[in-house]
């Protein structure tokens, strides 16, 4: 079992910058892991993933060149690092853990989830 609790977001101005985290209760090593938005309806959109190692990332092609995933499996934490922000950004922002070894796009594949973090961007 895994807990996961996100950090980070807030209320930025359009070009601006926000780091997101993730902390987890057990050992990330364990898991890939992902952050995927959510902004109407019950679907989330993928953002990024990682691997178990960080050897591997993946992003939404759309978002290739403004954020960077990473993680820090000394402290358990996966950080989601978003530059150049825009309105169409804003959105419930959720990280999620997965069994497999490597970095899904695929909500499906995820076992765990935070409780999301808010991210506002301002025009």
């Known amino acids: 079992q895994v807990q996961l609790v996100e950090s980070g977001g807030g209320l930025v101005q359009a070009g601006g910058s926000l780091r997101l985290s993730c902390a987890a209760s057990?050992?990330?090593?364990?898991?890939?892991m992902g952050w995927f938005r959510q902004v109407l309806g019950p679907e989330r959109e993928f953002v990024a993933a990682?691997?178990?190692?960080?050897?591997?990332?993946r992003y939404a092609d759309s978002l290739k060149g403004r954020f960077t995933i990473s993680r820090d499996n000394a402290k358990n934490t996966m950080y989601l690092a978003m530059n150049n922000l825009i309105p169409e950004d804003t959105a419930v922002y959720y990280c999620a853990a997965s069994g497999l070894s490597y970095d899904s796009s695929s909500p499906g594949s995820y076992d765990y989830w935070g409780q999301g973090t808010q991210v506002t961007v301002s025009s």
């Open positions: 057990g050992r990330t090593s364990s898991y890939a």
């Open positions: 990682i691997s178990r190692t960080g050897a591997l990332t």
